[in-house]
C-alpha cells in the first residue's frame, strides 16, 4: 500500500504526493485561518488527528482550540 493512504468512512484514500506549490498554498491559507480567527482558535498545518485506535487521517490544514488561549476550561465537560 502507498505510504499516504488513508481509511476514510471505510473507502480507502490514497493521498497525492505533496509539492512545492501545494505546500505553500497550505502555508497561505493557515496564515490567512489563523490571522482572521478569534484568540481562542488556531489554524495548523498537517497535524495527525487521531479519531480512534486506527483512524487517524492528516488534514491539510485544520482549526482546533488553543489551550494556551483559553486555559484548562476547554477541558471540563
Not at 493557515?30 to 489554524?43: C, G, I, K, V
Not at 480512534?52 to 482546533?64: C, I, M, S
Request: aromatic share 2%; net charge positive.
Amino acid at each position: 500500500m502507498p505510504p499516504r493512504t488513508e481509511l476514510i468512512d471505510g473507502a480507502l484514500v490514497f493521498a497525492a504526493q505533496r509539492g512545492k506549490w501545494h505546500s505553500r498554498v497550505t502555508s497561505l491559507l493557515a496564515a490567512e485561518l489563523d490571522s482572521q480567527a478569534p484568540a481562542e482558535l488556531r489554524a495548523d498545518r498537517q497535524m495527525t488527528v487521531k479519531l480512534a485506535k486506527r483512524q487517524a487521517p492528516e488534514p491539510d490544514v485544520l482549526v482546533d482550540i488553543d489551550l494556551t488561549a483559553v486555559g484548562r476550561r476547554a477541558l471540563r465537560p
